[in-house]
């Protein structure tokens, strides 16, 4: 089953479970399915693959994390709390996120692969390591965890 016929049964069972948190966040995973859809048709391309599916989820998981961010240093924990409940939702859809050991066991692995050994090498490494955790990690976890490494 395909991102959009899952999300599409998500919707029916969130209207009819009267959540409407749920309800919200699956309604915005399909505009931007739709809209997403729509770019690729032009190109020739009849649906998402399960890449693009995945860069739509993370974008989304993105926007939350950064909008929780804000709330939280603003004090504003009832609209960072709702935020959460979405990202909670979001990540039902995305694969398994990877502990913070479990990334930065990735990171040492690619460091030494290609020979890092200082700051200046953070463009060497971040590249191969998001192509490996692409959707899997967090990508401000990975930049912090990247230049703790290479500071240290």
């Known amino acids: 089953m395909s991102l959009k016929d899952r999300i599409s049964e998500e919707i029916k069972a969130a209207m009819k479970a009267k959540d409407k948190i749920r309800l919200e966040t699956v309604r915005g995973i399909k ?10 048709r032009a190109k020739g391309q009849d ?31 009832e609209l960072a709390e709702k935020e959460a ?19 930065a066991e990735t990171i040492d692995r690619i460091i030494a692969q290609v020979g890092a050994t200082s700051a200046k090498d953070m463009g060497k490494v971040m590249g191969p390591v998001m192509k ?4 899997k990690a967090d990508g401000k976890m990975v930049q912090d965890l990247v230049k703790q490494k290479l500071a240290g």
């Open 132 to 135: 490996e955790l692409k959707g």
């Open 85 to 103: 409940q979405e990202l909670a939702i979001l990540e039902e859809y995305m694969p398994r996120q990877l502990s913070e050991a479990e990334v």
């Open 31 to 40: 505009k931007l399915i739709l809209e997403k859809e729509t770019e690729v």
């Open 47 to 77: 649906a998402l693959n399960g890449d693009q599916e995945l860069a739509i989820l993370s974008q989304l998981a993105k926007q939350r994390r950064d909008s929780i961010e804000q709330y939280r240093n603003a004090g504003r924990d």
